[in-house]
Each structure stands twice: as structure tokens, then as C-alpha cells.
């Protein structure tokens, strides 16, 4: 191997030489880094910048130049409301049914995400028979593809689906689950919970594993009770973790598109619409292509992100300074 | 010596290179089936290759929802085949071919006369596209099921309340779970809208928000929230995402179902003897009209091929009587073609009951309000289609009543023209 690199090695010694003494020593670091910083550019900064420019134009062409620059005619249109709470008074009302569709449902699902995450990790840490087989129970349908999640869960939940053909069964009846917009809502939260939390509760586990164990044996020689033991020693000590799960499943939570949409479409009529299938309609699905709502929507919704990832960032730098 | 036979062989290579450059007309087109159109397209198009040598054609194969979704994109990129089976008529027509120079003009007017309107916006009013595959609207009944409910099949010109009465006391008598369901498309609806007055092209422009349109929607509405019509299909999705209720009839498990032309092979090859099933085109509606929607799909080349003119001499060999006859005989559709329909087409392998099919369609024909020909000859279509989807939906589940949603219609067209270039 040496042999192969030791001649290119001398090739390009000679030119890189030449340009360290042209550049200096301390510029000279850029030569190396302009690979990446081009892919960078290209692939993450320049679909930002064109991101911000369509979100100020109007039109169904593709193409920049045809479309005209309308400012931010397009945020105002999105924001305009007499009253934000109630999506019918808004010019947009289906932005912002979107919008408080999202909001709910990040607050459901995160919530329900790490708390059945965390119980899940901490029946899986204690010494329960099988342990190995039940922590590849749960984190199975983190490995499966959204599509066949959402596939199965209709077959499942459908007028004559699984579920259905049981209660009628049992005698109490079926029911049309995705039909009402209620019960829609519900299984959407439950199935996304269903499919993410084996990802968080692996991570929880981490941390549950990494706290010492001589604590738990100092409170247990000094009596202490299990429900003790929990808020006073697994709690506190798991916090950096819950924070980063609780970021990141926040993060994961305003995202979703994939699932939902295979599942329910978004329906019954808006109930189960997210921001991100709001975004894909108006760009993509829908007639006219409207690229530069769905671009001012998208920076909103990057707006929010950021302030998400800047949390998870400060916390992450929080527990490592200690 | 060793010079010479270098200085040959490089000129040979020079004059095939050429050749084949000048041999070399590809031809991608980019095609959708319902059934076994594109099969049948790559069949016939094998004896134009063989009349045309130079000429290939690439047939690729897509999904409808490409056709729909990607291929728009790709023709504003500059990056879509040279030939496409489109359905969205007039909207894609700034990136059609004008076939003009290439065709005999007389002949494709003679042959598809209004059905080339379709294809026209705004000021490019040449000859664009051949409509290969002509649908209407229209329901199909389970026989069956009205024989033994013991329930008259309503004559020819009942409205659309008889046919809603008779479905519900068929599907009392039998105990089936739907009476009725309409496909969950803003085309589907257009007919019987057009039947309760829907002018859809107003004095100032086209329009949604009519007495007539009105007048539908909230009788639609009734229908679901009575049970009369099945809430999976319109109540089970969001957007603007097309649904059918083809399933559930052909499980027996509907009484009623409008939809089209189309689904005719689909019912012969999966109802089967299960049950006799029948096509009794459009009821009447209280304006009088008893329409359905034509549409369909056709055939288009598109201005950014590097081979105009091999693009039309395949289009026009589609368009050719006897070509066009066994296509139409093939995949059995009904044919655009005036001369080919006026002298009736022998479906190729086709049931007595198919036969029948298609000729009960093929016969409400006539019956088509010319709003239904202007509406699916209109640019805009496509928009005014999901408007009518999203909305609508969202009033049948209750998060607008039919006035907002009435008045959200009005206001999404509006600011869809808007942003129509």
C-alpha cells in the first residue's frame, strides 16, 4: 500500500509546497477544507439562499427568472388572521390548521414518546427474564420503512381491518377509525409513538447504564424506597439524557410527513394535516404549484428548527462541561 | 503501410460515428396505463419503428401520479421525454408541440374534431395533442342486489333522488353497507354539479360558487352525513388524493357507484360471475341536465424534443384510422376518433357484458352539457378539481359548513388564477 501512496504522496508534495509558501502556513488550512466547504455550499447553503428568494416570488414556474418578486407578500398571506386561535378567520386557514394540528400533536406525541420511552427503559434495565430478546421487541419498529408502518396500521385499523374484525368478534362492534377526525388524530399519535420509541429508549438505557451503581447500593443500606430512589437518584442523574431525547424526539415531531401521510393523507379532511404535508401539497401535490408559499412556509418552519437545534446544541455543551 | 491502415480504419470509424448520429433519433415516451395501453402502444409502435428506420421509440413506463406529480416538473426543468400520454389537457399546453407543420391538418380535424380544443390555450391554437382514450363518467349498479331486494332499477332519466332512494332501499333490503359512493375527485363530481345547474364558466370567469354548484355540494353533504353515500371514500383522505370506491363494489359491498368508462375492464375481470352488473350512465339532475364529464387521455409532443419531427410522424401514426381502430379495439376504450366511433369499434376479447358496457357509455355520450366539454377543455381544470376535493371533504367532516366551504372555493380560485402564469 505504501509503495502505491508513496509516489503520489511525492507528486503532490511539490505544487501543495509551492502554494503553502504563497498562502502562509495559517491560510494554507483553507486548501484543505475547500472540498467539503464547496459540497457544503452546494448542497446545504445554496437550496437556502434559493429557498429565501423563491419564498419572496409568486407564480407556477420553475424557473427563477420567470417568476416575479413579490416581497413578502407570501408571509403576510400565511400569517393573515383577525384571530390566529381560530384557523377559519385566516386568509391561509389551512397554513394554520396545519399549524395547530402540528402543534398538538408534537405536544402528544412528545409527551407520550418519553414517557413510555423512559418506562420502557426502565423495566428493560431491571433483571427481567429475556431482557435481550424484549429490547429488540421494542426497537424492531425503529428498523421498519414509514410507508410499511403506516401500510400495516391501515390494514389494522381499517372499516374491515384486523381490529374491527376482533371487536366484531368479541360483540362490542366495530368502528370506522380513520373516518372520524378525532379518532384519526389518536391513532396517528399512537402509531408514530409506537414506531419512534424504541430509538429513544435505547438511548435512555444508555444513561439508566451509566449511572453508578454504588449510589443505588448507598440508598439502598440506607432504606430507601424504590419511588425514592426514583425521583431522587434516577431522575436527576438521567436528566441530561431526557433533554437530549426530549430535543431531539421535539425535533423528529415537527418533521413528520412520511407516516402520516401514508397512513391517513392528512384526512379526514385537514385533522391529521402536519406542517411538512402543508409544505409538499402547496409545492407539489397541488394545482397551481404554488413554490413560493410552500417556500415561505418552509422558512418558518426552519425558523423553528433552528431554535430547537440551538437548545439541543446548549444542552448538549451544558452536559459536557459538567 | 502501417499509416494507411491507421488513417482507414480512424475514417471508418469517423463515417459510422456520423451514421449513427444522424441514424440516431430516439424517442422517449413517457406513457401510464389503466390496463394494457402502453403494452399495446409498444406493440403497434415496433411496426413504425420498421416503416421509419432512424426512428426508435423508448417507451418508459410510469405510474399515473408521474404523469400528475413529475412530469410537470421535469418539462419546466427541460429535463421531460418528447412524448407523453397526459390527462391534464390544456394546463401543460406552453410545453406542447405544434404538430401543424408536420400533420394533415384536415384529417386530424375531420377525425377528433372538438376534442383538439382541448389540448388549446390562450393564443396557441394549433394542433397539439390526439385524444387517444375517451372516458365519461357515469355509474355502474349491482344488478344483483337490486334483484333481490325486489327493488326496481329506476328508468332511464330517473334523477338523482330516485337513484338515491332506490340505492338505500337495496342496501336496507341486503344489508349492504353502502348505498352509493362517487369517486373522491373533483371530475367525478363536475357532472352531476353540472345536473343540479353548475355553470362552472360564469359570466365573469369560471366559478364554484353558483346556486347550482351550491345546490350539489350541500345535497352531497346530506348524502354522506345520512348515510346515503360512504364516508370512507371522501371522509377516509386528505388533500386533494384521488380515491376510488372500485373496491367496494366489486366486493358487492355497494349498491351504486359513480365512476367511469374506464374501471369497465377492471369490473369484468374482477367482479367475474360473482354478480351482474350493469352501466346506467348519469342520472338527471333538478336543472334538467343529465351529464356526465368526458376526459381521457392523449397523446402530446413537447416543444423541447431535439426531434420535432420524428416526434409528430409518431403521433400522427397513432392518429391513423386503422392504427387508432385497433388500439381502441385492443385496450377497450372508447375511441375519439369521429369516423372510428361513428362506425362502432368490435372490442378485441371483449364479454358480452363489457360490449355492453362500454356501448351504454359510448351512448351517453350526447348527454354531455357542453359546460362538462368546456370544463375539461379548460387550462385551469386541474386546480378547480382539487379546490372542489379539499373543500368539499372538509365541509362532509364537518370543519366548514358548505357556505365557508362555498366561500373558501370562491377565494382559492381566485388566488389560483392569480398565480397562474
Redesign the interface.
Known amino acids: 500500500m505504501l509503495t502505491i501512496i508513496s509516489p503520489i504522496m511525492r507528486i503532490i508534495e511539490i505544487p501543495m509546497l509551492a502554494l503553502q509558501r504563497v498562502l502562509g502556513i495559517h491560510r494554507f488550512a483553507w486548501v484543505f477544507l475547500l472540498p467539503n466547504l464547496i459540497l457544503l455550499c452546494l448542497f446545504a447553503f445554496l437550496p437556502v439562499i434559493l429557498n429565501v428568494a423563491y419564498s419572496m416570488t ?6 427563477l427568472e ?1 417568476r416575479p418578486y413579490v416581497g413578502t407578500d407570501n408571509f403576510t398571506r400565511l400569517t393573515e388572521c383577525s384571530n390566529h386561535f381560530d384557523p ?1 378567520s385566516c ?1 391561509e ?2 397554513f394554520w ?1 396545519a399549524i395547530w394540528n402540528t402543534l398538538w400533536f408534537v405536544t402528544l406525541q412528545v409527551g407520550f414518546m418519553v414517557g413510555f420511552s423512559l418506562l420502557t427503559a426502565l423495566i428493560l434495565n431491571r433483571e427481567i427474564r429475556a431482557r435481550g430478546f424484549f429490547r429488540s421487541v421494542f426497537f424492531f419498529p425503529v428498523l421498519l420503512s414509514p410507508v410499511v408502518i403506516a401500510l400495516i396500521w391501515k390494514w389494522i385499523l381499517q ?1 374491515d381491518g384486523v381490529l374491527n374484525a376482533f371487536l366484531d368478534w368479541t360483540g362490542v362492534g366495530g368502528f ?1 377509525w ?2 372520524d ?1 378525532e379518532w384519526a388524530f389518536a391513532w396517528t399519535v399512537f402509531l408514530t409513538v409506537w414506531a419512534h420509541m424504541g430509538f429513544y429508549t435505547l438511548i435512555l438505557l444508555a444513561g439508566l447504564q451509566a449511572i453508578p451503581r454504588d449510589v443505588y447500593e448507598a440508598a439502598l443500606m440506607d432504606r430507601a424506597r424504590p419511588w425514592r430512589i426514583f425521583w431522587r437518584i434516577t431522575l436527576p442523574l438521567l436528566a441530561p439524557t431526557m433533554l437530549v431525547v426530549l430535543v431531539l424526539a421535539l425535533i423528529r415531531s415537527v418533521q413528520t410527513f412520511d407516516e402520516v401521510f401514508a397512513f ?10 402536519f406542517i411538512i ?1 402543508y409544505i409538499y ?1 402547496r409545492g ?7 413554490f413560493g408559499m410552500a417556500s415561505a412556509a418552509s422558512l418558518m418552519v426552519a425558523g423553528v428548527l433552528v431554535v430547537l437545534t440551538l437548545v439541543q446544541l446548549w444542552v448538549n455543551r451544558r452536559n459536557v462541561d459538567g | 503501410m502501417k499509416q494507411k491502415i491507421l488513417s482507414v480504419t480512424a475514417m471508418a470509424a469517423g463515417f459510422a460515428a456520423m451514421a449513427g448520429i444522424a441514424s440516431a433519433q430516439e424517442v422517449r415516451f413517457m406513457c401510464s396505463s389503466d390496463g394494457n395501453e402502453c403494452e399495446v402502444y409498444e406493440d403497434v409502435l415496433r411496426r413504425f419503428e420498421a416503416d421509419n428506420p432512424g426512428i426508435t421509440v423508448a417507451i418508459d413506463v410510469v405510474p399515473y401520479q408521474a404523469i400528475l ?1 413529475n412530469l ?2 421535469q418539462l ?2 427541460g429535463t421531460g421525454p418528447d412524448i407523453a400520454k397526459v390527462t ?1 389537457l390544456g ?1 401543460l399546453n406552453k410545453y406542447y408541440l405544434d404538430l401543424t407543420p408536420y400533420i394533415d391538418t384536415a384529417y386530424w380535424d375531420e377525425s377528433f374534431g372538438a376534442t383538439l380544443d382541448w389540448y388549446r390555450a390562450g393564443d396557441r391554437q394549433g394542433y397539439y395533442g390526439m385524444h387517444s382514450q375517451l372516458t365519461i363518467t357515469g355509474a355502474f349498479i349491482n344488478a344483483t342486489l337490486f334483484e333481490q331486494a325486489g327493488v326496481d332499477v329506476p328508468a332511464k332519466g330517473a334523477s338523482w333522488d330516485d337513484w338515491a332512494a332506490a340505492s338505500r332501499a337495496v342496501a336496507e333490503a341486503t344489508d349492504t353497507p353502502f348505498p352509493m359512493a362517487i369517486d373522491r375527485s373533483g371530475h367525478r363530481v363536475a357532472g352531476p354539479a353540472i345536473s343540479y345547474g353548475a355553470a362552472l364558466n360564469g359570466p365573469d370567469g369560471p366559478t364554484l360558487s353558483d346556486a347550482g354548484f351550491t345546490a350539489f355540494v350541500q345535497q352531497f353533504v346530506d348524502w354522506h352525513n345520512d348515510g346515503t353515500i360512504a ?2 371514500v371522501w ?7 384521488y380515491q376510488d370506491a372500485a373496491q367496494e363494489f366489486i366486493n358487492g359491498e355497494l349498491v351504486f357507484y359513480y365512476s367511469g368508462s374506464w374501471q369497465v375492464n377492471r369490473m369484468v375481470e374482477q367482479v367475474g360471475d360473482l354478480f351482474d352488473w350493469r352501466v346506467v350512465g348519469s342520472p338527471c339532475g333538478p336543472a334538467g341536465a343529465c351529464s356526465g364529464m368526458p376526459g381521457g387521455a392523449g397523446i402530446v409532443g413537447f416543444e423541447q424534443t431535439a426531434h420535432p419531427e420524428a416526434v409528430a410522424a409518431v403521433i400522427d401514426f397513432l392518429a391513423q384510422k386503422d392504427i387508432y381502430a385497433e388500439v381502441a379495439a385492443r385496450t377497450s376504450n372508447l375511441p375519439a376518433h369521429l369516423g372510428i366511433a361513428e362506425a362502432g369499434v368490435e372490442y378485441e376479447g371483449a364479454s358480452t357484458g363489457a360490449q355492453a358496457a362500454l356501448n351504454a357509455f359510448a351512448g351517453d355520450l350526447p348527454n354531455v352539457a357542453p359546460a362538462a366539454f368546456w370544463y375539461q377543455g379548460y387550462a385551469g381544470n ?2 378547480m ?2 379546490i372542489t376535493v ?1 373543500r368539499v ?2 365541509a ?5 359548513t358548505v357556505e ?1 366551504a362555498i366561500a ?1 372555493m370562491a ?1 382559492d380560485l381566485a388566488a ?1 388564477m ?4
Open positions: 409568486s407564480g407556477d414556474n420553475i424557473l420567470d377559519n386568509s386557514d389551512k390548521r372499516r370506522n380513520l373516518v377526525a391517513t393523507g392528512g384526512g379526514p379532511g385537514t385533522a391529521t394535516t404535508q401539497e407539489f401535490a397541488g394545482a397551481p404549484r404554488l | 406529480e410537470p416538473v419546466a426543468a391534464d394546463g364516508r370512507d371522509a377516509g383522505q386528505g388533500g386533494a388524493t386541474r386546480a378539481f382539487g379539499e371533504s372538509q362532509i367532516v364537518g370543519e366548514l365557508e373558501r377565494d389560483a392569480a398565480e397562474t402564469s
